[in-house]
């Protein structure tokens, strides 16, 4: 029986681990506005570290709230070498998304990968990509959501370079612990 308990149990500490810190948030922010502030560059290249609590923290209580409204929750494990293990959930709501087929609109997402940064700038490259369960493969993925971009003036891809954040000039992760270059 206590066996039982213990079992039942272990999923809730796994919920209150995940809880997200609104103090963490406004470290990786404050950061982040302060950096992006800085009006003359420095000549010598700096690092900041944070914990990936920290970090997840910034991603749900602050960023996506901000940029990305349709991100429901983001978990990201930070490993060395610049490779993620992660998962999100994405819930497309009104008339924005009301091509999107009702069965992707509330959509879980688990991937698994590593980041590059060059330049200023960062993508991810996919290693593993599973969406609501199901197993894909990037490119496949990737060559369907260009077909689907009809009529857009400029194709997007899941591989696209994106440009840091200002102020930034490079990301590293080690394990659980990401560090800004700026």
């Known amino acids: 029986m206590k066996r039982a308990v213990v079992w039942l ?5 796994a919920l209150l681990a995940a809880e997200f810190s609104p103090d963490k948030a406004r470290k990786v922010d404050a950061f982040l506005a302060r950096i992006a502030a800085r009006r003359q560059p420095s000549l010598f290249l700096r690092k900041s570290a944070f914990s990936e609590s920290e970090l997840n923290s910034y991603l749900n ?4 709230k901000k940029y990305a ?9 930070l490993k060395d070498k610049n ?11 009104g008339e924005k998304y009301a091509a999107v087929p009702q069965f992707l609109r509330d959509t879980e997402v688990q991937f698994r990968g590593a980041f590059e ?18 197993r894909f ?22 591989f696209d370079w994106f440009t840091l954040l200002p ?3 490079g990301v590293q992760s080690s394990e659980r612990t990401i560090v800004f270059l700026y």
Do not use: T, W
């Open 9 to 13: 149990l272990l999923p809730c500490l």
């Open 61 to 64: 209580l602050i960023y996506v």
């Open 69 to 77: 409204p349709e991100i429901r929750f983001i978990e990201l494990r």
């Open 83 to 93: 490779r993620v293990d992660g998962r999100l959930s994405v819930q497309l709501r």
């Open 117 to 134: 940064c060059s330049h200023n700038r960062m993508r991810f490259v996919f290693s593993e990509l599973a969406i609501n369960g199901s």
């Open 137 to 158: 493969s990037a490119d496949a993925l990737d060559e369907a959501f260009g077909a689907a971009q009809v009529g857009a003036r400029e194709k997007r891809s899941l």
């Open 167 to 169: 102020g930034l000039k």
